[in-house]
């Protein structure tokens, strides 16, 4: 039995290796190159201590992409996963021979790669060709600068986002839904309990564990935001669309500020770990209850 128990860490070791090289190694490697002011071109490479960390804080268009990925944030995952909800409860209580073709056909948008996303909605955007702008002058309102408006730039993204991402959430919550228990259900129906009683003292409760996972997971993606900022945008106008990504990837690629970029992906890091506790701490609060 021990050498079975022995031979478990052997078929390990692979995956082990492999999570070194991929993870632990790549996170020591910035953490390091933050420390450090690094130049390729100049082939300077200078320790600096703090002051990559000090710089960041203290810019002005890095608080700039802070505000706006926060704002893209809570923005897109509260959307999201209120309309996943939705759509769940509904396709939940949807009896219907069409219901399995529907679901496939909203599940399309999450498919797609983000990029091609991008283009599509960026296509439909556009100011004198799109076909939004064409619908909103159909109705007699004047044409929208979706894109190159400060003032709702950021929002006509954030609804790509939306579009694409709002499957996953429905995703998770209606399978969540499809396993629970209908003794239950049937015990409220003897009770005379109405679908909404129904909603608000069973289901919901029930459902939570779904509901912080999708906001969780959707929180560290969208942390991530840069595809659909970088297609569609290219963080303008002005920096009404800079995302902490596009900060980091405009620092390290364009300005080739190595050691600089290390810094504020490590503080991004610590901003989605701070971010992501309640989360985590809700999510294991509900399992816990529910087991």
């Given at each position: 039995m021990k050498k079975a128990e022995k031979s478990i860490y052997w078929f390990l070791l692979p995956s082990i290796f492999l999570l070194l090289i991929f993870t632990f190694y790549p996170t020591i490697y910035e953490i390091a190159t933050s420390f450090f002011k690094i130049d390729y071109i100049k082939n300077i490479t200078k320790f600096v201590g703090l002051n990559n960390y000090l710089q960041g804080i203290s810019d002005p268009l890095f608080i700039i992409a802070v505000k706006n990925t926060f704002y893209f944030v809570i923005l897109a995952v509260f959307s999201e996963t209120l309309l996943g909800l939705i759509l769940a409860l509904f396709f939940n209580s949807l009896k219907s021979r069409y219901e399995k073709l529907l679901r496939s056909i909203i599940l399309i948008p999450m498919l797609l790669p983000p990029i091609t996303v991008a283009l599509t909605w960026k296509m439909m955007y556009d100011y004198n060709y799109g076909v939004i702008n064409f619908i909103v002058e159909v109705f007699g309102r004047k044409a929208i600068e979706w894109l190159n408006s400060p003032k709702i730039a950021l929002f006509s993204i954030i609804l790509t986002d939306i579009w694409q991402w709002s499957p996953f959430a429905f995703l998770i919550i209606f399978a969540y839904l499809q396993s629970l228990p209908q003794d239950i259900?049937?015990?409220?129906?003897?009770?005379?309990?109405?679908?909404?009683?129904?909603?608000?003292?069973?289901?919901?409760?029930?459902?939570?564990?779904?509901?912080?996972?999708?906001?969780?997971?959707?929180?560290?993606?969208?942390?991530?935001?840069?595809?659909?900022?970088?297609v569609m945008t290219g963080g303008g106008p002005g920096n009404s669309t800079e995302t902490i990504s596009f900060y980091i990837y405009r620092n390290a690629f364009r300005y080739f500020q190595i050691g600089y970029s290390s810094s504020i992906a490590i503080i991004m890091v610590t901003i989605v770990l701070l971010f992501s506790m309640p989360y985590i701490r809700n999510l294991m609060k509900s399992i816990s209850q529910q087991t």
């Open positions: 259900y049937e015990s409220a129906d003897v009770d005379g309990a109405n679908y909404l009683q129904k909603l608000r003292y069973i289901t919901l409760p029930l459902i939570k564990p779904a509901i912080f996972l999708v906001a969780l997971l959707r929180t560290i993606d969208t942390f991530r935001v840069f595809d659909k900022v970088y």
